[in-house]
């Protein structure tokens, strides 16, 4: 009795051990590291100079992935491959555009942010220099039957661009034209910049009123006067547009202009005058 029951246990533990030891193996699968640092789980087919073909466990859906954005990949055989990350971008400095290049889209324009600086303490406005990149957008979308066949870029992609390479309305004046046609993937785009210097003016005015009284006997005058005097301030706003247009890493056009009036959104006016006088406008 005790041998068919040694002889049972024997024949379970040669039945199981092997699907134990099947199953383990079917959990073993490849693991891509990603730049972000996302690790996905998967089987991989295949990997070309460009991108990295998978599928994920229990599917049979093959998913493409550039492979510009792999940092390492851990094969289940146990063997590693690592790539190149050394283009990572981890400081707000821009990074070096050949080594992550963008399709260029023909007849394609970018609008950067417009630097917004006061010329007397050097300080820019981040508000005012993504509000100065949205007006020349909408100019541009408004006016897009005069500038055909160009499309312009969604802001959104631009920035998000540009945010990836470490560049911002700061040292977007730093950056060669050469590397932002790369990043932003377009051959066409315009870099304008909006300087100004603000002075106060101030103006008084008075006003007198009062009765007239004669005095027959001494013919003298006597006046009741009363004086009324106020003073009004005037902002003036001394602007300076620059205001410069690319393609193909060639500057095609250069202007500056000093609007007329000196009021608050005086430099828009020079923005559209510029824009409609560049070589990419039709009438």
């Known amino acids: 009795m ?5 002889l049972l246990v024997t024949l379970l533990l040669l039945i199981i051990t092997p699907f134990f030891a099947q199953t383990k193996e079917a959990k073993k699968t490849d693991k891509i590291i990603k730049r972000d640092y996302q690790i996905i789980d998967c089987t991989i087919s295949k990997i070309s100079e460009t991108t990295v073909e998978y599928s994920l466990p229990n599917e ?6 550039d ?3 792999v940092a390492k990949i851990d094969f289940a055989s146990g063997r590693s491959q690592s790539f190149d990350t ?7 400095v821009p990074v070096n555009p ?10 394609t324009i970018a609008v950067l942010p417009v630097p917004y600086v006061n010329s007397e303490n050097m300080e820019s406005s981040e508000e005012m220099a993504k509000f100065a990149q949205n007006d020349i957008y909408s100019k541009l979308i408004d006016k897009s039957s005069n500038i055909f066949p160009l499309t312009v870029q969604d802001l959104r992609d631009t920035n998000s661009l540009l945010h990836k390479a470490g560049i911002n309305y700061k040292n977007i004046d730093e950056t060669p034209i050469s590397d932002l046609h790369e990043i932003l993937g377009v051959d066409n785009i315009i870099a304008a910049k909006v300087t100004y210097t603000l002075t106060q003016n101030q103006t008084s005015t008075g006003y007198t009123s009062g009765n007239a009284k004669v005095n027959d006997s001494k013919t003298k ?3 009741q006067e009363v004086s009324t ?3 009004q301030t005037q902002l003036v706003y001394n602007y300076h547009v620059y205001f410069d247009m690319y393609k193909n890493n060639t500057k095609i056009y250069t ?7 000196n009021v608050k959104d005086s430099w828009m006016d020079s923005i559209a005058y510029l824009l409609k006088r560049s070589p990419i406008y039709v009438k």
Do not use: E, G, W
Request: glycine share 0%.
């Open 2 to 6: 005790i041998l068919k029951k040694k």
């Open 67 to 69: 492979l510009s954005q």
């Open 60 to 65: 049979t859906l093959v998913i493409s992935l």
């Open 221 to 223: 005058v006597k006046t």
């Open 86 to 92: 050394s283009s990572t971008n981890t400081t707000n």
């Open 255 to 261: 202007q500056s202009r000093k609007p007329i009036l």
């Open 98 to 107: 050949q080594s992550n290049q963008t399709k260029i889209k023909v007849n």
């Open 229 to 231: 005097n106020s003073t």
